[in-house]
C-alpha cells in the first residue's frame, strides 16, 4: 500500500518487480493501472514492450495511453514489436526518440479495467482516448503530429494546436476542459521562443488565460516522423459539481508567465473520493525566473526535487503518493545522479523513466515531471 489513507471508497497499491512499476487506483466499478517500465539489462525491446502487454492482460485492462521514450523506431521493428506485444493498438502512442543508444530508455502506459475505453482517431490514426467513471470524462490525446515538415517549426506548432482543438470539439469538449499538456520540441533551443509565441496567441484567441492554464511540459524530443513538434494532452469534463480543477503554484518558484512560458506549475483534479496533482515540467529556477547552478547537474537535481516536493506537500502529499514521472537529462552521463539522490532519500520504488532531452534552456541540465494521487 502506498496511501496510508486508503480507508475510503478508493485506495492505491503499488507492486514493484525488477524493470516494472504499477500503481493501481481501485474505485467504485474503475480501476486505473499507471504502468512504468523501464528495460532490464541486456533486455530486448520486444521483451520490455511483453512485460507490460502482460501486465496489462492479467488485469484485462484496456489502454487508455501509452508512451514509449529513448527507442528508436528502427525501420518499424520495435514499432511492430510493441504492436505484436499488445495485439495491435488502439489507444494513442507518444513515441520519443534520442538517437545516442545512451540505454536510457522505458515506457509509461495507463490503462483502465471497468469502464469502456473509446478511440479518438484523426486522418485514419490513432490520437486519443474517452472513458467515464462516475465523477468525469477523460479524453486522452497523444501523439499528435503536423502533416507538413517543409512547413516553419511555428506553423507546425499552430496546427498541432488546431488539432487538439478540432479532436476536442468533435468529441463534445473545449480547449477550456484541458488541464495538461505535453510537448516534445525536435531542437528546441532554436525555436522556444517561437512556440511559446503561437502557444499565447492560441490561448489569447481561445480565452484560456481567463480560466485554467494548463500543467505542461516542453522540453527536446525528437520523433520519426521528422516534424518539428509532438503534442497531447489531458482533458477533463466533471459529471459530477463536486470535481474541480485549479491552478496550485509553488512554493519555490514564481509563476511560469512571468517570464513569457503560458502554464500551471501544478494543477489539481479534485474529485470526491481522491485527488490528482499533475506537476509540470520542472527545472532548476530560482524565485526569480533565472537558470540556478548552471553548469553542476547534481545540485540542480537537488534544488529541482525540493521544488516539486514543496508543491506535493502544499497538497497534503508526498513521494510515496506518485504514480508516473518522468526524468529528463540533457547529458545522458549524468542520469546517475538522479539514481544516487532517489537512493539517498528512499526513494527506490519511485515510478520514473529517465531519458535524455534537451531542456528549454541550455544551462538547465534536469528536468523533471511528477503524477500523484492522494485518496480520501
Same mark, same amino acid.
Given at each position: ?97 534520442? +538517437? ?71 468529441? +463534445? ?20 521562443? +517561437? ?36 503534442? +497531447? ?144
Amino acid at each position: 500500500m502506498v496511501d496510508d489513507q486508503s480507508s475510503g471508497a478508493a485506495h492505491l497499491d503499488k507492486r514493484v518487480s525488477p524493470g516494472l512499476v504499477i500503481v493501481t487506483l481501485s474505485r467504485h466499478a474503475c480501476r486505473e493501472y499507471f504502468i512504468t517500465s523501464v528495460a532490464r539489462r541486456g533486455e530486448s525491446v520486444a521483451a520490455l514492450f511483453q512485460r507490460v502487454a502482460e501486465a496489462v492482460r492479467r488485469e484485462n485492462a484496456q489502454v487508455v495511453s501509452q508512451e514509449v521514450f529513448g527507442i528508436a523506431v528502427d525501420d518499424g521493428a520495435n514499432v511492430k514489436a510493441m504492436e505484436d506485444a499488445f495485439g495491435g493498438t488502439n489507444a494513442p502512442v507518444t513515441w520519443l526518440e534520442n +538517437g545516442h543508444q545512451t540505454g536510457l530508455c522505458g515506457t509509461h502506459l495507463w490503462a483502465v479495467s471497468g469502464p469502456a475505453v473509446r478511440s479518438l482517431e484523426l486522418d485514419g490514426r490513432i490520437i486519443g482516448s474517452m472513458f467515464e467513471d462516475d465523477y468525469a470524462q477523460y479524453c486522452r490525446l497523444g501523439g499528435l503530429l503536423p502533416k507538413d515538415t517543409s512547413r516553419s517549426p511555428s506553423e507546425q506548432t499552430a496546427e498541432v494546436f488546431q488539432q487538439m482543438d478540432a479532436v476536442l470539439q468533435r468529441n +463534445g469538449m473545449e480547449f477550456s476542459n484541458v488541464i495538461r499538456t505535453w510537448f516534445y520540441n525536435d531542437n528546441i533551443l532554436d525555436w522556444y521562443d +517561437g512556440f511559446n509565441k503561437v502557444r499565447n496567441d492560441f490561448f489569447l484567441k481561445k480565452r484560456i488565460f481567463e480560466n485554467l492554464l494548463p500543467a505542461s511540459t516542453g522540453v527536446g524530443g525528437r520523433n520519426a516522423a521528422g516534424t518539428a513538434l509532438a503534442g +497531447g494532452l489531458l482533458a477533463v469534463v466533471p459529471l459530477d459539481k463536486a470535481v474541480r480543477a485549479a491552478a496550485v503554484p509553488s512554493p519555490l518558484q514564481d509563476s511560469a508567465t512571468e517570464y513569457g512560458s503560458s502554464f500551471s506549475r501544478a494543477v489539481e483534479l479534485d474529485l470526491p473520493d481522491h485527488s490528482r496533482l499533475y506537476v509540470s515540467g520542472t527545472a532548476s529556477i530560482d524565485p526569480t525566473g533565472r537558470t540556478a547552478h548552471a553548469g553542476d547537474p547534481e545540485t540542480q537535481v537537488k534544488l529541482t526535487m525540493e521544488v516539486v516536493y514543496a508543491i506535493l506537500k502544499s497538497r497534503g502529499m508526498g513521494w510515496d503518493n506518485a504514480k508516473r514521472a518522468l526524468a529528463y537529462f540533457k547529458h545522458a552521463k549524468d542520469a546517475p545522479i538522479f539514481q544516487k539522490y532517489c537512493t539517498q532519500n528512499n526513494l527506490r520504488q519511485f515510478p520514473a523513466v529517465i531519458v535524455e532531452n534537451d531542456i528549454c534552456r541550455d544551462e538547465l541540465l534536469f528536468e523533471i515531471e511528477v503524477d500523484v494521487i492522494r485518496t480520501k
